[in-house]
């Protein structure tokens, strides 16, 4: 039997004291061909004297760029037929890899597919509410919403980059959230109802812990919308509306209440090259 190259890889920024267990999940696969790389975004810690100590490739990068950039750096050196990402701060149960390749061969129209996920949050397990249940199928209404696609959790075929692009390297956090609705404009999202993904939340150092990601995820739908326009159908044009204004709104309260001058004009101006059907209470 031939089975295809899986490149997996990890990009990680001063995660030393996770690090470890993440690189060891992957080298754990019963999957016999994986490709694991590791993206060093400038850490200035133990990293490099732990990736030394296993069979992977390293790329050491000269200051921290962020981690779309990392991600991108490592999607372009991998050789596999399929592209699993993995956090620093998550890790894979051991037939993560197979189960996923096995779903690819045997639904060849799907581009990607995600897998259920443990929760963890200062080591107690916990459970994900309801609107955070995983995309399967055509899911760009709740794309709109949140991100329901986890990056540790997903694989794509090599194939998905050629035709939607990398992560967004301008956007300092909510790059996955871009990245699945751009995603979700174009493919439905395969399903694997295991939970293959053990998910670390709740430390320090966390970049979905931050205030005001909602600034963020309005760029990335106005981005999209604009982007996509001629393309999209009324219903789709009207739920871009709809969440550019909900979350363009709870950031714009947050800003008020923070005194967010900065905040609020640069809202401002990303909301003024959009033609809203009806005027925004702002």
């Known amino acids: 039997m031939l089975f295809p190259l899986v490149s997996v890889i990890i990009p990680t920024y001063q995660r030393a004291r996770f690090l470890v267990r993440a690189i060891e999940s992957v080298l754990k696969q019963t ?3 994986i490709e694991l790389i590791v993206v060093d975004d400038g850490s200035k810690d133990e990293t490099p004297y732990i990736v030394c100590r296993y069979p992977l490739k390293y790329v050491k990068l000269p200051k921290n760029f962020g981690v779309s950039f990392a991600r ?17 701060d998550d890790m894979f149960r051991r037939k993560k890899v197979e189960k996923q390749v096995e779903f690819f061969l045997k639904n060849p129209q799907f581009m990607a597919v995600q897998t259920e996920e443990v929760w963890f949050r200062h080591g107690r397990r916990i ?17 709109l919403d949140l ?8 694989m794509f075929r090599r194939e998905v980059f050629a035709e939607i692009g990398l992560f967004d390297e301008s956007l300092p956090v909510c790059e996955d959230y871009d990245y699945f609705i751009r995603y979700a404009l174009k493919y439905p999202m395969g399903y694997i109802p295991e939970p293959l993904v053990m998910k670390e939340g709740g430390h320090e150092g966390q970049l979905s812990s931050r205030w005001g990601l ?6 990335s739908l106005i981005k999209n919308y604009l982007k996509h326009l001629p393309l999209l159908s009324a219903e789709e044009k009207i ?25 609020l004009f640069e809202m401002q101006r990303m909301l003024s090259c959009l033609e809203f059907p009806y005027k925004l209470p702002y």
């Open 31 to 33: 999957y016999p061909r």
């Open 72 to 88: 991108n750096r490592g999607i372009l050196k991998a050789k596999g037929d399929f592209i699993a990402l993995l956090d620093s």
């Open 127 to 143: 459970n994900p509410k309801k609107r955070h249940a995983k995309a399967r199928g055509y899911f760009l209404d709740r794309a």
């Open 147 to 154: 991100c329901v696609v986890s990056p540790s959790s997903v």
């Open 214 to 219: 909602d600034f963020y995820r309005v760029k």
């Open 239 to 263: 739920l871009f509306l709809y969440y550019i204004h909900k979350k363009a709104k709870i950031f714009l309260e947050g800003a008020r209440k923070r005194g967010n001058l900065k905040g």
